[in-house]
């Protein structure tokens, strides 16, 4: 023999619904659906009870009003023209001759070789301006066709000289 099936204790099953609170519920869905978003007329009459809690004593703009600034209505020469922009003043360009000698006579750049001949450190900064200017001073001496290896080559040979003196008169 079957025993009929029982729920468990303390729960009881659930209540089916009419057909009619069904339709209830339907109808107050649809309800809460068509009142989502702003109402009619929002711009024109703006919800002023909250924006007055944000702002706490500002102003309310008017949303339809746009800009406040003036519009001429007739072209002032004046204010059509643009001001006048004068061109910097170059310096005349430097011959190479006079760039190199400006270069020679810098005292940064003395003062620079002074502590490398001293074996001071140089920052970063100063070792690449110093790099970039003696670069500079190097395109200048080829420009003027002055050549630094010659006058060391001339010297070598005279010290060569100098030596094959010294021998032979010993």
Avoid: C, F, H
Wanted: zero cysteines; charged letters at 40%; glycine letters at 6%.
């Amino acid at each position: 023999m079957k025993q009929p099936a029982k729920a468990p204790r303390g729960k009881s099953a659930p209540k089916r619904k009419t057909r009619a609170e069904l339709d209830l519920e339907a109808r107050e869905r649809q309800r809460q659906k068509k009142q989502k978003g702003l109402s009619a007329g929002n711009r024109a009459n703006p919800n002023k009870g909250s924006d007055n809690k944000k702002r706490q004593g500002a102003t309310a703009a008017d949303p339809r009003l746009g800009s406040k600034k003036a519009v001429p209505l007739i072209a002032d020469r004046a204010v059509a023209s643009k001001p006048v922009v004068k061109p910097r003043e170059v310096a005349p360009a430097l011959t190479a001759r006079e760039e190199l000698d400006a270069l020679e006579n810098n005292e940064r750049l003395d003062a620079l070789l002074d502590q490398l001949e001293n074996g001071a450190k140089l920052s970063a900064e100063e070792q690449t301006w110093l790099d970039a200017t003696l670069d500079r001073i190097e395109v200048l001496m080829e420009k003027l066709g002055i050549d630094l290896d010659e006058d060391e080559e001339q010297q070598d040979k005279e010290a060569e000289d100098d030596m094959y003196r010294l021998l032979k008169g010993s």
